[in-house]
């Protein structure tokens, strides 16, 4: 029975293949819009939940004041890991961050042949000064070295994989270990180890590792000011995890503790203070307030606004879709009308349209699905950098179209099968226009209200972004900040 359904909605495709397609063009639209829009929201929501035991991994971040004016960092004093290490309980484990200064990346030379021409390359981003609790809280897989040894010395370097297959291509992993490269003309180090690149989305993004001890072996640890308290840089941060059962208001008061016993001035009075505060991992991506050197940081409220437009276009292509079935409700009056002269009921009709409505919403799945690489590379300056269309072949986006299709299905099928098969056999042939026409005018003017408020919504968007943009103007031009 539900193969002839669909043959007969085959064939319905067949004699209206303009109409069909008009139908397949005008929700594909709409879906494609959905669909580049939950990749956004998908890639952006997904960030860090790779990450073991996340629940428990916060970043420290402080807030302050100085002569009354607040501000908030995520860069702190370079001594607090030591320290945290040394004298605070309930902290599993400890993970300092140093990058190199100025852009944050560095001139790599790297030794093949030649001792005497070692080959360049310049400005390679992703280089952390850390030490080997980093790698296991993000769980790599080791392709060469120790994992309890690589980080321990001085001057050692792990690699990710694309790095060693970057500086030492056709080398195995096994043979990389023991090379030597030079950062920034002055830093020689050893490789201890090279780790399985992970494809997650994630604030960690560093794939070249230098050991934290190196620091205070070279020139780095006056740079990295690692003995003071009362100052710090942008290049620096620092993540802790903490033990099972402990509490983040604790940790903060030692936290706070050490701080007050190592910079006495650190709250001088009320208009001048310093407080050390944990930021959970889940809010990291999402937080602004705490920006850290060279972080890209998204917006809740953002992703669901994006989400909102999202349905609003999807409902919008269900009533365009609504309008013209209903409109062609008199050319099919007849083929309704013997259906039911020979027996068929409003039970099988209603399943009969449904079926058209399915095949009509699963071609335009389909053709939505190859128009949205395209869509990803025209809008590439307002996608998130790291989002590849590769995402369409996920779980997650497999799901996401799974249900798309049923609700796109029902919601623009449901409506015309409920109307061409609830009419009676005679009116079908007699009085058909009537009760199209009114439906007609009433999902018309659905449809222009629902683009109207868009367009309202735009405009008010556009005039607050404005105004924030004004403001900002205003400060800087009244205070020079």
């Not at 484990?93 to 190199?100: D, L, R």
Request: glycine share 6%; aromatic share 10%; hydrophobic share 45%.
């Amino acid at each position: 029975m539900y193969k002839n359904y669909f043959i007969v909605a085959l064939r319905n495709f067949q004699r209206n293949k303009i109409f069909s397609a008009i139908n397949v063009l005008g929700l594909s639209i709409g879906i494609s819009t959905a669909l580049v829009i939950f990749l956004i929201v998908y890639y952006e929501m997904s960030y860090d939940r790779g990450i073991k035991d996340g629940d428990r991994v916060y970043r420290v971040v402080m807030d302050m004041k100085f002569n009354g004016d607040e501000g908030h960092s995520a860069a702190l004093p370079a001594p607090l890991g030591g320290a945290i290490e040394n004298e605070v309980t309930g902290v599993e484990k400890t993970i300092p961050m140093f990058t190199f200064q100025r852009e944050g990346d560095a001139k790599v030379s790297v030794v093949r042949n030649d001792p005497s021409t070692p080959l360049i390359f310049k400005k390679q981003p992703n280089i952390v000064f850390t030490n080997g609790q980093y790698l296991q809280l993000r769980s790599y897989e080791w392709l060469a070295g120790s994992p309890q040894k690589a980080l321990q010395q001085p001057f050692s370097t792990v690699l990710s994989e694309s790095k060693a297959a970057q500086y030492f291509p056709g080398v195995e992993f096994t043979d990389v270990v023991g090379k030597q490269i030079t950062y920034n003309d002055d830093l020689t180090t050893t490789v201890t180890g090279v780790v399985k690149d992970l494809h997650e989305n994630s604030t960690f993004v560093a794939d070249e590792f230098i050991s934290l001890a190196t620091i205070a072996k070279t020139q780095l640890q006056k740079n990295f000011m690692m003995n003071v308290w009362n100052d710090w840089m942008g290049y620096s941060t620092l993540w802790v995890q903490l033990s099972k059962g402990t509490g983040v208001a604790a940790t903060e008061m030692q936290l706070n503790k050490l701080l007050r016993k190592y910079n006495k001035d650190a709250n001088k009075d009320a208009a001048n203070s310093m407080l050390f505060k944990l930021q959970p991992l889940s809010d990291v991506h999402f937080n602004g307030l705490y920006q850290g050197f060279q972080q890209r940081v998204a917006h809740r409220s953002t992703m669901y606004g994006l989400l909102a437009i999202a349905a609003f276009l999807l409902l919008l292509g269900c009533i365009n879709f609504i309008n013209l079935t209903t409109a062609q409700a008199s050319r099919r009056a007849k083929e309704i009308g013997i259906r039911k002269t020979m027996g068929s009921s409003k039970r099988q009709l209603i399943f009969q349209f449904l079926s058209e409505t399915f095949l009509i919403t699963l071609a335009a799945t389909m053709l939505s699905v190859v128009l949205t690489p395209l869509l990803l590379r025209m809008f590439a300056d307002f996608i998130p950098p790291g989002l590849q269309a590769n995402m369409l072949y996920t779980a997650g986006a497999g799901l996401f179209l799974i249900s798309l299709i049923v609700l796109v299905s029902f919601l623009s099928g449901l409506y015309p099968a409920l109307v061409l098969s609830g009419v009676q056999a005679c009116a079908c042939i007699e009085k058909s226009g009537l009760h199209k026409q009114q439906s007609n005018t009433q999902c018309v003017g659905a449809q222009n209200a629902y683009s109207i408020s868009i367009c309202y919504s735009a405009i008010f968007r556009d005039c607050h972004c404005n105004s924030k943009q004004t403001n900002k103007l205003f400060i800087k031009q009244r205070y020079g900040l």
